[in-house]
């Protein structure tokens, strides 16, 4: 179970970081 909250909190990060950058840019 820890293992995937882990993951699905990373695929979280990437994704707002993505959106970060789409809007900066």
């Not at 293992?3 to 993505?18: K, V």
């Amino acid at each position: 179970m820890p293992q995937l909250q882990a993951r699905s909190y990373t695929s979280t990060s990437t994704s707002t970081s993505t959106s970060t950058s789409t809007s900066t840019s």
